[in-house]
């Protein structure tokens, strides 16, 4: 009995030690420090009142192409021969708070997506919107100096919420490398769309994987709570034995709670529904 008694007076001691290190690395200025910096970054993007409108368009692909010399290898669209078919995506959300209603898109600069290039475009498809009653109108058009063009309207009585919008597949006969952009005028948005790397949006990205997610979190965390658990025992001029398991008990609490706020904030900056 008395064995366990020691050995739960033992644990109770632990947990007691672990929930006083614990409360001391939460007062400590450096974590009161970054939770300052942290509500004030939530305060700040959830009280934007912005228009953003944003686009991304993946890298292209070759579907098909003629060889030269080779008269029997023939593309053909709707029993018109082609030289080469190649396509790309085009992802368009609203990146700001506001909302961008159907009505803030001016009549004569509306959305379209074009390239930088004539080139003659084949079909379009939308591959995916971030809410199901969020729908879209494409209509190929063609400018008069011949460069094929794609109009997009919003269907219905909807609107473009915080990081609402849709992804589009274009197929097109051309020159593949060419550049593409989406242009349009909204009331409120005097920059007009604005670009973002598709690799930084791509969910190939290394960036948002989970394996370096949680060695980010480790290595960080790791370098913070030794350096702070190193300055406050040479301080108190203190060694105590439990240092090493105080250190791994905060490295993993503490990883874990980086880790949701990662998560938490990836919402708040990302279109998330564009990943899946």
């Excluded at 003629?66 to 080469?84: A, D």
């Excluded at 591959?127 to 190929?140: C, G």
């Excluded at 989406?182 to 994987?209: E, N």
């Excluded at 997610?213 to 439990?242: A, M, N, P």
């Amino acid at each position: 009995m008395r064995k366990e008694e020691a050995m739960t007076d033992q644990n109770q001691t632990t947990v007691n030690k672990a929930l006083r290190y614990t409360w001391t690395f939460i007062k400590h200025p450096l974590t009161i420090l970054v939770i300052g910096i942290l509500v004030t970054l939530s305060v700040y993007l959830l009280s934007r009142k912005e228009k953003e409108p944003v686009f991304t368009i993946s890298p292209p692909d070759l579907v098909a192409q003629t060889v030269p010399g080779e008269e029997k290898l023939k593309i053909f669209w709707e029993n018109k021969e082609i030289q080469n078919a190649a396509s790309v995506k085009v992802a368009i959300w609203n990146d700001g708070s506001q909302f961008i209603d159907k009505n803030d898109f001016a009549s004569t600069e509306p959305m379209r997506i074009v390239p930088s290039e004539k080139v003659t475009i084949l079909a379009v498809q939308m591959l995916k919107t971030s809410r199901p009653n969020l729908r879209f109108d494409t209509t190929i058009e063609t400018s008069p100096d011949g460069i094929g063009t794609v109009l997009i309207k919003i269907k219905g009585d909807e609107a473009l919420e915080h990081f609402d919008g849709a992804l589009f597949h274009i197929l097109f006969s051309g020159s593949p490398n060419i550049k593409w952009k989406v242009i349009g005028r909204i009331k409120g948005a005097p920059k007009g769309f604005q670009s973002k790397d598709w690799a930084k949006i791509s969910p190939r990205h290394p960036l948002y994987t989970p394996q370096l997610i949680i060695i980010g979190c480790l290595i960080l965390f790791s370098f913070c709570l030794i350096i702070l658990t190193i300055v406050r025992y040479i301080k108190q001029r203190i060694v105590k034995k439990e240092l090493l398991g105080n250190i791994i008990f905060f490295i993993f609490i503490e990883s874990f709670v980086l880790y949701s706020l990662f998560i938490l904030f990836s919402y708040k900056l990302l279109p998330f529904w564009l990943l899946k």
